[in-house]
């Protein structure tokens, strides 16, 4: 490698105390005084002063540290995806980057790889991360650590996931323990931050990972306030499948110079997804969506309400699908649980609200079904993002009545998508060829755990009762024997 490039970029890429301002970068938090930015177009689209690196089209033609790129070739990842190829050059350069790609383009090693290899050699104080990466859900949380662990344990960092749900004291002590990366949703990084278990003024990266998302699900003035609260001249990544106004005070406020790269279609443009609309009769809808549901493979149903979810979950059982619900009122140990017998397949539909549709990727998916019309065109890209990823083929099939059609042309025509048309009806030859529809069992299942999980449970029990509870068990069976003489 260029031994004048690694200079620069470890000359750059250790924030210490004493190390100095980026050029650009403002004194004080919350991008005050920094130059507007221009948004035109379809999404954020900053002028940069400084021109973008050129893509490069390996992973060795980067200046990522060797155990990276060892760790890269384990597990199979050889050459960069167009959002990773385009925007590491610059990252790695510490520039700021406003990335545009859908979900399943390899966003997160685009973001992670740079943010690792930045932060390698440095150790976090105790309760003072170094690195920062906020997701809008617990499940995308997961699933960004779930893909950094293996990179972040080849450099020797940790790596801590902080998320409601989940035991706050656990979380709380590995940040006083000590983590250079930390992946979190706002709300539970916030609650740690008040407890005085957390402070951000030494994170010098920070990622907003589905920026937009996390603007339209409310946080908006939780993420400002942490991002007022890390280092005024570290780097900053926003990526999201689109980048539309919503995150315009975000990139005026917190991004300095940014590079921009929109290099991957948003859902609709996708070649390789596929978009029906089958006009269905409301009294037959119930028999429609139980004969797609009975299909061979896996599939996702979304509605719009957790009553919803838990009816439909119940239905399908009841039909001889094998169904689970994941929805918000759900604890995290079951939502865990339900995705990891969704990806299995041990589960082989999964009937849900929004809360699936925000960065959960499931190999090999290649059909999602909206049960229920969404009412935004961002949901719908979101929720079809779910299918087709990577390369991969897959539909998306929407079941409207009536009443619903004017407003599925708006939201189709605002999503840039012009979809199939067809009337359908159940047991019908049209539903069975778009969606893979059949006639249900009708015999009523039960979803129970896996033999493998049920037998690590049982070891987790008996682990925590300890020598104690065998003891008294023991004496339990003498009392009870002595009884019987």
Same mark, same amino acid.
């Not at 990806?343 to 849900?352: D, E, P, W, Y």
């Given at each position: 490698m260029n031994s004048t490039r690694t200079n620069d970029r470890t000359s750059r890429s250790r924030f210490g105390s004493s190390a100095p301002r980026r050029s650009g970068r403002p004194s004080r938090p919350g991008g005050q005084g920094r130059r507007p930015t221009a948004l035109q177009g379809e999404f954020a689209q900053p002028r940069s002063t400084t021109p973008a690196l050129p893509t490069v089209e390996a992973f060795a033609d980067l200046d990522l540290p060797e155990p990276l790129l060892a760790t890269l070739t384990r597990?199979?990842?050889?050459?960069?995806?167009?959002?990773?190829?385009?925007?590491?050059p610059n990252t790695l350069a510490g520039r700021d980057v406003l990335g545009r790609g859908r979900t399943g383009s390899g966003k997160t090693l685009a973001f992670g790889l740079a943010m690792l290899a930045r932060t390698t050699g440095q150790r976090a104080e105790p309760r003072q991360p170094l690195a920062l990466v906020l997701v809008p859900t617990r499940e995308l949380a997961q699933q960004v650590t779930d893909a950094l662990t293996p990179y972040?344990?080849?450099?020797? &960092? =940790?790596?801590? %996931?902080? #998320?409601?749900?989940?035991?706050? /004291? +656990?979380?709380?002590?590995? &940040? =006083?323990?000590? %983590?250079? #990366?930390?992946?979190?949703?706002? /709300? +539970?990084?916030?609650?740690?931050?008040?407890?005085?278990d957390c402070r951000l003024d030494r994170?010098?990266?920070?990622?907003?990972?589905?920026?937009?998302?996390?603007?339209?699900?409310?946080?908006?003035?939780?993420?400002?306030?942490?991002?007022d609260q890390v280092r005024p001249e570290g780097q900053r990544m926003l990526f999201s499948a689109t980048l539309d106004r919503n995150v315009d005070l975000l990139v005026r406020r917190y991004l300095t110079d940014p590079v921009v790269h929109s290099v991957d279609p948003s859902a609709g443009a996708v070649t390789t997804m596929e978009h029906h609309v089958l006009h269905v009769h409301g009294t037959d809808k119930q028999r429609t969506t139980t004969e797609i549901a009975a299909r061979e493979g896996r599939v996702i149903m979304f509605l719009d309400t957790k009553r919803a979810v838990d009816r439909l979950t119940r239905d399908l059982l009841n039909s001889g699908v094998r169904a689970a619900a994941l929805h918000g009122g759900k604890s995290q140990?079951?939502?865990?649980?339900?995705?990891?017998?969704?990806?299995?397949?041990?589960?082989?539909?999964?009937?849900?609200t929004n809360v699936a549709a925000r960065g959960i990727h499931i190999d090999d998916l290649d059909l999602v079904v909206n049960v229920d019309p969404p009412t935004d065109h961002k949901d719908y890209l979101h929720r079809g993002g779910r299918t087709a990823r990577a390369g991969e083929s897959g539909s998306v099939v929407t079941l409207i009545t009536p009443d619903q059609r004017r407003g599925m042309v708006r939201l189709m025509t605002a999503a840039g998508i012009v979809p199939r048309t067809t009337?359908?009806?159940?047991?019908?030859?049209?539903?069975?060829?778009?969606?893979?529809?059949?006639?249900?069992?009708?015999?009523?299942?039960?979803?129970?755990?896996?033999?493998?999980?049920?037998?690590?449970?049982?070891?987790t029990s008996r682990s925590r009762r300890g020598p104690a509870s065998a003891t008294r068990r023991a004496t339990q069976r003498r009392s009870t024997v002595a009884a019987a003489a």
């Open positions: 597990q199979g990842v050889h050459v960069p995806f167009p959002i990773q190829g385009a925007t590491l972040a344990r080849s450099v020797k &960092l =940790r790596l801590a %996931t902080v #998320v409601g749900g989940m035991s706050i /004291g +656990r979380q709380a002590s590995a &940040l =006083r323990g000590g %983590t250079e #990366v930390v992946v979190a949703t706002p /709300g +539970r990084l916030k609650d740690l931050i008040d407890r005085g994170v010098a990266i920070t990622v907003l990972d589905e920026a937009d998302q996390m603007t339209d699900m409310g946080f908006m003035p939780q993420v400002t306030a942490l991002l140990p079951q939502r865990t649980r339900t995705l990891a017998q969704f990806k299995t397949g041990h589960v082989t539909v999964l009937v849900a009337r359908v009806r159940s047991g019908e030859e049209a539903l069975s060829r778009i969606t893979g529809a059949r006639a249900p069992s009708g015999i009523p299942v039960t979803i129970t755990a896996p033999v493998s999980e049920r037998r690590k449970r049982g070891a």
